[in-house]
């Protein structure tokens, strides 16, 4: 077996730890928690059976690939709760320690295109890179609502901190984002995320 292929499968065999990496949100019906891996397969189909809705015309592969390949780095950073304001701060650097030791199993080739799609996704200035954040803002919201709420719930979650969150899916897809808004108005109504005075996109939450 040459190098080239024996990094490829190391790499390989690397990423399966994604497995063991469980977030915040729960399976829809109130399943136990799920993986990232689940969540990057979840966000992947998403991408393309909803591709339509984007707001630009996007190449489809690059953003199933953006899907599949982003929460990777969690393998060494861990899950950032996307409400945690304390994680967050320290969520750059983690993942930047991670993304180099991770992606530097491949060969170099495969690297810097894997690490220049991450980036990409995570600068979310592409068309691409704003579609699939769209993705990864959606599936949560889906498997929360279909919870009812309960992860919101759970962690004290307000109203005006999803539709932050939520802004990106906008950028992504103004169609998404009007799915997004239903389901939180709704939520906010059976009492499943909290109130507050703040004024956010329009809504009073």
């Not at 993304?99 to 691409?128: G, H, M, V």
């Amino acid at each position: 077996m040459d190098e080239r292929l024996q990094q490829q499968l190391k790499f390989i065999l690397e990423i399966d730890k994604e497995k063991n990496i469980f977030r915040q949100t729960h399976l829809s019906g109130g399943g136990r928690s799920e993986n990232d891996a689940e969540h990057a397969w979840h966000m992947a189909v998403m991408a393309y059976l909803l591709q339509e809705y984007a707001n630009e015309k996007v190449d489809i592969l690059k953003v199933v690939m953006m899907c599949l390949i982003h929460d990777v780095v969690e393998i060494d950073a861990g899950d950032t709760y996307a409400y945690d304001d304390a994680d967050l701060k320290t969520q750059k650097l983690r993942e930047d320690r991670a993304k180099e030791r991770i992606y530097s199993l491949l060969p170099p080739d495969q690297k810097s295109k894997l690490i220049a799609l991450f980036d990409e996704f995570e600068e979310n200035q592409t068309a691409e890179a704003k579609f699939a954040h769209a993705m990864d803002n959606l599936q949560p919201l889906l498997l929360n609502d279909s919870n009812n709420g309960g992860d919101w719930r759970a962690h004290k979650v307000t109203a005006d901190k999803v539709y932050k969150r939520q802004e990106k899916t906008r950028l992504g897809s103004e169609t998404l984002y009007a799915v997004t808004d239903n389901i939180i108005q709704e939520n906010i109504r059976k009492g499943n995320l909290q109130e507050t005075a703040t004024k956010e996109n329009g809504h009073e939450n």
